[in-house]
């Protein structure tokens, strides 16, 4: 089963309006971190924003925010008022507690979503 | 300024031709890893390393090997590219700890394509 599942190969959004992207994860982890990172057409991996699975509240980063349900297994990416350099892929991404027998700190991905903002 | 830095950034080789990808990072991380990026498929993990001489195998790890004989460098190897490992890889760094949420820092990633 894939740990990371991100069901929006592609979407479009308004510039100015918000966008949610999709993210679900597996884990019998009690402790675990969710990660959005965006990729531009340039290629590098930017992070933008981390949600612990013991925070009570929702990660906020500036127009980002995590959108986190835990009981859900859901960490949704909302994107406010959406600009034109917004349009990239976007990776929702987990790394598991030492718990976890990976003791490998890896960051297990999606496949990620093409976000295109539209003027 | 904090970075993870790999050379080449774009490769063109031949099936069969041994080939190196470096990668440094300058923020003294005790973990690095190496990632390849294919499409539809999202980043998958080759290999990573917790330290110095201490290496271990991803998702994805054959056709490669690794070394980390220093902190601060990890280099890719292919010992026998093919096709199959055309790809867009990319290093990473993090430093390693009890708390879970160590950003990775990300090299500029190396497009690799094996004819």
């Known amino acids: 089963a894939q740990k990371i599942t991100q069901t929006q190969p592609g979407m479009f959004v308004q510039e100015k309006e918000a966008v949610t992207l999709d993210c679900t994860y597996d884990?019998?982890?009690?402790?675990?971190?969710l990660f959005w990172y965006k990729q531009p057409s340039s290629g590098e991996m930017i992070f933008l924003i981390y949600?612990?699975?013991?925070?009570?509240q929702n990660a906020t980063e500036g127009r980002y925010s995590l959108n986190f349900q835990k009981a859900r297994k859901s960490a949704n990416l909302v994107i406010s008022a959406s600009q034109l350099g917004d349009s990239a892929m976007y990776f929702c991404a987990m790394r598991e507690g030492p718990d976890s027998g990976a003791g490998s700190y890896q960051l297990t991905f999606g496949k990620g979503t093409k976000l295109s903002v539209i003027p | 300024e904090a970075q993870v830095t790999q050379n080449p950034r774009y490769l063109i080789t031949v099936t069969g031709k041994k080939l190196t990808v470096t990668c440094s990072q300058n923020?003294?991380?005790?973990?690095m890893s190496w990632y390849r990026q294919d499409p539809g498929l999202g980043l998958r993990q080759i290999y990573y390393s917790m330290n110095v001489e201490v290496t271990d195998k991803g998702d994805v790890p054959e056709g490669y090997k690794v070394s980390r004989k220093e902190k601060r460098n990890f280099p890719l190897i292919l010992e026998s590219p093919s096709p199959n490992q055309t790809s867009l890889y990319f290093c990473?760094?993090?430093?390693?700890?009890?708390?879970?949420?160590?950003?990775?820092?990300f090299g500029q990633g190396t497009r690799l394509t094996v004819v």
């Open positions: 949600q612990g699975s013991y925070d009570e």
């Open positions: 884990t019998s982890d009690q402790s675990y971190g």
């Open positions: 923020m003294n991380h005790e973990y």
């Open positions: 990473a760094s993090s430093s390693k700890g009890v708390e879970l949420n160590t950003e990775a820092f």
